[in-house]
């Protein structure tokens, strides 16, 4: 009797398999996990991701509920709609339960337990044995272009590509088993994607989903009965996947609907355009090595020197699921598998190539085809992305490689002879060719890399890159170059030996635990590099500066902290925003048109530091520089950055003596960079020939501030406009004692509202109706799936779960 089996015959794998998994994933993390007081560096996550996921729990935990205005980047935006990062993602809830630092590190913990559990399940959803899905799970487990991006802190794209087997899987129950409740799954899976709020990652996911349904539709779709019209047989699947996909939509109409809505009120950098841009971050050709040398071309900054300017992942794939995805493809070729089966390996193997063929972006025509084609291309960089699918699909097919060795295995129990993977059976006295052809310029770069790394670096320096390339070969990385090969040539040999004495029954099965602990070893190796913790405390710690802010900056005061060349680098965009310091300046893929008008484009740090009116507009009151300035005196300094106050007596609200109104945006933003004294004289931006609200006198002070509310006490002695220095949204409302105004756009980017003579009460509401709108579609869409989910769950067959 299997090991893994009890009286009854039932089967345990699937519970020793997730046993393991969740022992390797506490091990692997240990340094964090056992360490309370830790956090997981993540380049990217600190300090640009933190920052807005705290300003949205802060907002929570507030009793505001999701914020929809994010005041401390770039002045001003909408937030939801930036896409701030997996807000409505499921293990967000984490966020609420633990310190923020503690919370981001266990997602990607669970994301890694659950890249396992979920490749174990796409084995298990293509009908293979429990044993095969094991090594479909181990395969993705710690898989190295997945786990690496650990270093950058990228958790969106991590926890998309962690849901890729799940979706894959669900899709294929679903066409296998004529069921709506597995399409149904499905669309929650997309939507959970969408929520991780990395779009390119989703779309090339939804790429290689759809690539799937339509092979399956083409090559795998059951022949219809006898008389019966074979377009019948395509519409259930294409109505349901189309459903699920729709479902999908809706499901993640929070974050969809006000994404897709503020498109017409942002813009992008000019360099972020065309087919170069699109093709950019490609995988360079050299680096296919990467899929099983990871160090001939290096990784981390010092021992990386290759193409790109900086290499924060590695593309590596394990030496063991690589052997094993090839005697996969090798059996696509022979009679070791069904025919089913040897259609979904010859998809695997050709969407798998597809897919490294589009990473490589220029280099190959299909990258081009695909932004020829396909919508949304052009605005996605990145090519290299697509090897998410691509990883996937080597992990199952490294399932299929085992599960063509336990065949023949029955198949000689059985009295048969084994096959060899060609078709032909030959008792095993030739290799396969695919063996061969796929495997043998692996192993003899392998060879070279034990046996002369050096030479073999040198000869990839000099045969694949231009005379004088900048970039040398590390003694680092020549070093590890020999471990890849050792344990490239060990992997190889184990998974091949393995496979070939368990199916000549040399070997008992139990050998593939084994190869599955030297192949998640070797996965470990690699992945471990970019695995790093810090102290929390040193990493986030308020400094003098950032408590001397809290002190002095009073709501409304904005901060700018440029990037300017020093001794110390100075903040990081968005890291003020971490602790509630509202800056001038940020880092976002989209700025508000208004707002890049007046600072004079994506990029305003030059913008703000040319023209001090700007500064005067945009309420800034504190400079922080990486070095002390020779023309002023420091409030207060920190690790090399100091802090000064700049004077000014524009206030935060303020009425103008004259009003100029023009009707052309191009002409107000001249006019407002003209204006010396915005105290003087404001910009109204308006109608052609329409009427300029009348100038007034009064004083306004600041009685509440709140992201997405703001309260001003207003004394009017004259009515006329007043200027506030808050960007300026169309759906920022103004309301006087409850009467809503008109709200103006002055000076370019800011708000204006004509106010009655008086006392009054000015409150500003960020009112969102796609989000509002979403909210109640999302959860309909959810109740709706739900309920069929559990109607067919009723109404499935006795015994179709077997």
């Known amino acids: 009797m299997d090991s893994s089996k009890r009286a009854g015959g039932r089967d345990y794998t699937v519970w020793w398999f997730l046993g393991g998994a969740a022992l390797v994933t506490l091990f692997f993390y240990r340094d964090f996990v056992f360490h309370p007081e830790r956090l997981l560096y993540g380049s990217d996550m600190l300090f640009e991701g933190i920052s807005l996921r705290r300003f949205y729990v802060d907002e929570i935990l507030a009793g505001r509920g999701v914020p929809l205005w994010v005041p401390h980047v770039y002045g001003g935006m909408p937030f939801v ?42 084995g298990r959803s293509f009908r293979l044995r429990p044993a095969s899905a094991a090594v ?47 399409f149904a799954g499905l669309a929650f899976v997309i939507a959970t994607q969408t929520f991780s709020a990395h779009v390119q990652m989703m779309y090339f996911s939804s790429l290689a989903l759809a690539a799937f349904f339509v092979y399956h539709l083409a090559f795998r779709l059951p022949r219809p009965a006898s008389g019966e019209a074979r377009w019948k047989a395509y519409v259930r699947p294409v109505a349901w996947f189309t459903l699920a996909n729709v479902a999908a939509v809706l499901i993640a109409a929070p974050q969809f609907f006000p994404t897709l809505t503020v498109l017409e009120h942002v813009t992008r950098a000019a360099g972020e355009r065309g087919y170069e841009f699109a093709a950019s971050w490609a995988l360079p050709p050299q680096e296919l090595t990467a899929f099983f040398l990871p160090d001939l071309i290096g990784s981390l900054p010092g021992s990386y020197w290759g193409q790109n300017p900086i290499k924060l992942h590695t593309e590596y794939l394990g030496a063991v699921p690589l052997a094993f995805a090839i005697l996969g493809i090798s059996a696509g070729f022979g009679r070791a598998l069904d025919r089913d089966h040897r259609r979904v390996v010859w998809f695997l193997a050709g969407a798998g190539l597809l897919g490294v063929l589009f990473a490589l972006g220029a280099a190959t025509p299909v990258h081009r085809i695909a932004y020829a084609l396909l919508p949304m291309m052009s605005s996605l960089r990145a ?32 009295g048969e002879t084994p096959d060899d993977g060609t078709g032909t059976n030959t008792g095993g006295r030739r290799p396969p060719w695919p063996v061969l052809l796929l495997g043998g310029p692996i192993l003899v770069l392998g060879a070279a890399a034990v046996l002369n790394p050096r030479g073999l670096a040198n000869f990839a320096l000099l045969s694949w890159y231009p005379e004088g390339w900048p970039r040398q070969p590390s003694v680092v990385a020549i070093d590890a170059l020999r471990l890849n090969g050792l344990f490239l040539l060990a992997g190889f040999g184990l998974a091949w030996g393995a496979a070939r004495g368990v199916a000549r029954h040399r070997f008992g099965a139990w050998t593939l635990a084994v190869v599955l602990a030297f192949g998640i070893m070797d996965l470990w190796r690699v992945d471990a590099r970019y695995l790093r913790v810090q102290d929390a405390d040193a990493a986030l710690a308020a400094d003098p500066v950032i408590e001397t802010l809290h002190e002095n900056a009073g709501p409304g005061a904005r901060v700018w902290a440029p990037s300017l060349a020093g001794p110390t680098p100075n903040y990081r965009p968005n890291e003020l925003a971490y602790y509630g310091v509202t800056s001038a300046s940020g880092l976002q893929k989209f700025l508000l048109r208004p707002y890049a008008r007046l600072v004079g484009g994506i990029t305003p740090d030059e913008g703000l530091l040319r023209n001090p009116v700007v500064r005067e507009l945009l309420h800034v009151r504190y400079l922080i520089t990486p070095g002390a300035q020779e023309s002023a005196e420091s409030i207060a300094d920190a690790g090399g950055r ?58 306004a002070s600041l009685v509440r501030y709140e992201p997405d509310r703001v309260v001003l006490e207003v004394v009017a002695d004259r009515a006329g406009l007043l200027a506030v220095s808050e960007i300026h949204h169309e759906r920022w409302k103004a309301f006087f004692d409850g009467e809503e105004a008109v709200v103006w756009r002055v000076n370019t980017a800011f708000r204006g509202v004509e106010v009655p003579s008086g006392r009054h009460e000015l409150v500003f509401e960020y009112r969102s109706p796609p989000f509002s709108l979403g909210v109640w579609v999302s959860l309909l869409t959810i109740l709706g799936l739900t309920t069929s989910i559990l109607i067919s769950w009723r109404r499935r067959p006795r015994g179709s779960e077997a």
Not at 87 to 116: M, N
Not at 141 to 169: C, K, N
Not at 651 to 678: C, K, W
């Open 383 to 414: 090519p290299s992305m697509m090897l998410g699918p691509v990883t996937v699909f080597v992990a199952l097919l490294a399932a299929y490689g085992w599960e063509a060795a336990l065949n023949r295995r029955a198949a000689a129990g059985a």
């Open 136 to 182: 479909c799970g181990a395969s993705f487990l710690l898989a190295g272009y997945v786990t690496s991006h650990l270093f950058g802190g990228q958790d969106g794209r991590m926890f998309t590509m962690t849901l890729i087997p799940l979706a894959l899987g669900l899709l294929n129950r679903g066409l296998e088993r004529n069921e709506f409740r597995w």
């Open 642 to 699: 100091h802090l000064y106050e700049f004077p000014s007596e524009l206030p935060y609200a303020y009425f103008p003596a004259a009003i100029e109104m023009v009707g052309d945006t191009a002409a107000a933003v001249a006019r407002t960079l003209e204006v010396s004294d915005p105290a003087g004289l404001t910009i109204v931006e308006g109608r052609e020939g329409g009427e300029a609200p009348a100038a007034g006198q009064g004083s």
């Open 81 to 122: 709609a930036i896409l701030p990062g997996p807000i409505f993602y499921p293990s967000t809830i984490l966020y609420f339960l633990l310190p923020l630092h503690r919370a981001i590190g266990w997602t990607f913990v669970l994301h890694t337990f659950l890249s396992g559990a979920f490749g174990y399940f796409l």
